[in-house]
């Protein structure tokens, strides 16, 4: 009993350490989906042009940060038109260049980690392009829309098919203050952590039991802590190695890195390790209901790839700056709740939330919650288009 009191007492601290952040994130991250219409999305990305898979990553940036939602989005986008390429781009950067990660990186694990995400995220997407352009077939290609085009269900497809954008015109900041504005934005807050939550709460129980019961020798051993070249050489490979097995996606995957980190896994291999939601078992599953085995191999090794190699350049550049933190200095966080500036944030900012879950319910929101799971879109066409008001569209509207 001790032992699993320790464990929850670990997952607490964690939780209270990092939830303003995850508030903020969300928040900011609704906001600027409350005006950025999907049917906008699907006409920017057309090819697998740098222009525009740099555009799939902006736009992916300020789109949702469950792993489970983006990978659905991404396969309705490309039944809708836009490229493969361009719908992978956008589908790595809204679960691994989110700002709610970067924030609660920094807090967990340090500034370095985050600026260190934001630099191997897009070294993994121009890796990704390069291997897409070089190996991906269009008999591979055509096989894959074929099987989109089929609609299987995988998870999250209702959620993915809302677009729950503000439908009339004017400035970014006249339809964000409008009234229809607010209820958009209560509207993507509140799914947003309905997406993610389920993940996020075993990611932290994980963190919580991993760091109560297993020693920290283990991991030095595991990653080679003690002979540098080879930690340096083994993190990266394994790292992705570890996510897929440990079922934790999205934001809930670095409580557990933070243990990983604590245990001795390499700079590098920290970030291969958060980009790896992307590859957890459940979701390569939905691949190969979305797109079919053959893809779904191609996806695993050339993601696979891509996230190794960007971890080795985070370790050599970060290596060469000086940048990479003190292993010595890492810690779980366990102190609990205590009066500082982590409790007048979370109060502040749970009020936040509360204002926007009061505004979700009274505006249609427990129906969308019934919905989030879903049906995939009918077809290529105008499927999940809005059909009047903000949050109202997908399957069944």
Known sequence: MHAVLHALSITGSMTWEITW??????????VVQAVVRKS?????LGDDRPATLAVAAGLGIASSSCSYAAVALARSLFRKGADFTAAMAFEIA????????????????????????FVGGPVMIVLLAVLFRLFLRDALLRAA???????????????????????ADGSFGSRLL????FTATAHVFVMEWAAILRDLVVGLLV????????????????????????????????????????FVCSIGNVPLAVVLWKGGISFGGVVAFIFADLLILPILNIYRKYYGARMTLFVLWTFYGSMVVAGYVVELLFGGLGLVPDQADAKVPTEGVRWNYTTYLNIAFLLLAAVLLVR??????????????????????????????????????
């Open 21 to 30: 952040a995850l508030i903020l994130g969300f928040a900011l991250s609704a």
């Open 40 to 44: 906008t999305v699907v006409s920017l």
């Open 94 to 117: 809204s679960t691994n260049l989110v700002v709610e990660l970067g924030v609660i990186l920094a807090l967990l694990m340090g500034w370095q980690f985050t600026v260190a995400e």
């Open 145 to 167: 829309r074929e099987q989109a085009e089929r609609g299987v269900a995988g998870s999250m497809e209702g959620h993915a098919a809302m677009d729950m954008s503000v439908r």
């Open 178 to 181: 409008s009234g229809e504005g």
């Open 207 to 246: 963190a919580g039991a991993i760091a109560a019961w297993v020693p920290d020798t283990f991991w030095r051993e595991f990653f080679f802590s003690g002979h540098p070249l080879a930690s340096k050489l083994w993190g990266p490979l394994v790292g992705p190695a570890v996510a897929i097995a440990s």
């Open 360 to 397: 979700f319910l009274r505006t249609g929101g427990g129906e969308m919650l019934r919905m989030m799971g879903g049906a995939p879109e009918s077809g290529a066409g105008g499927a999940g288009e809005p059909s009047g008001r903000s949050g109202r569209s997908g399957p069944g509207h």
